[in-house]
């Protein structure tokens, strides 16, 4: 049973910054990747921001320079610090991890949150 919480959404003007955090919690040995997505109304969910367990990153074009994704994995957190946001940076954001659930696990498991709404608008 493993859970992500999302926080730190909210209402900001164009130009503004967020702070988006994740905590997981559960049956978690350890975790391999950490990613943002986000879904806009009648759009699809869109990978935004990766972080691999070695700390690599990865970040989609419409968010290079504005966005920063960063990992604590003693306390089993992911965080995206957004910069510089635009009206088209608006919606729900979601948390995601691969991780092992044992020291005996083969395969990673997928564990999403449930989302944390972000509207930029003046």
């Known amino acids: 049973q493993v859970q992500l919480v999302e926080s730190g959404g909210g209402l900001v003007q164009p130009g503004g910054s967020l702070r988006l955090s994740c905590a997981a919690s559960g049956s978690i040995v350890s975790i391999k990747d950490m990613g943002w997505y986000r879904q806009a109304p009648a759009k699809q969910r869109e990978l935004v921001a990766t972080i691999s367990s070695g700390g690599s990153t990865y970040y989609v074009d419409s968010v290079k320079g504005r966005f920063t994704i960063s990992r604590d994995n003693a306390k089993k957190m992911v965080y995206l610090q957004m910069n510089s946001l635009k009206p088209e940076d608006t919606a729900i954001y979601y948390c995601?991890?691969?991780?092992?659930?044992?020291?005996?696990?083969?395969?990673?498991?997928?564990?999403w949150g449930q989302g944390t709404l972000v509207t930029v608008s003046s």
């Open positions: 995601k991890i691969s991780y092992w659930r044992s020291s005996y696990s083969i395969n990673t498991l997928d564990a």
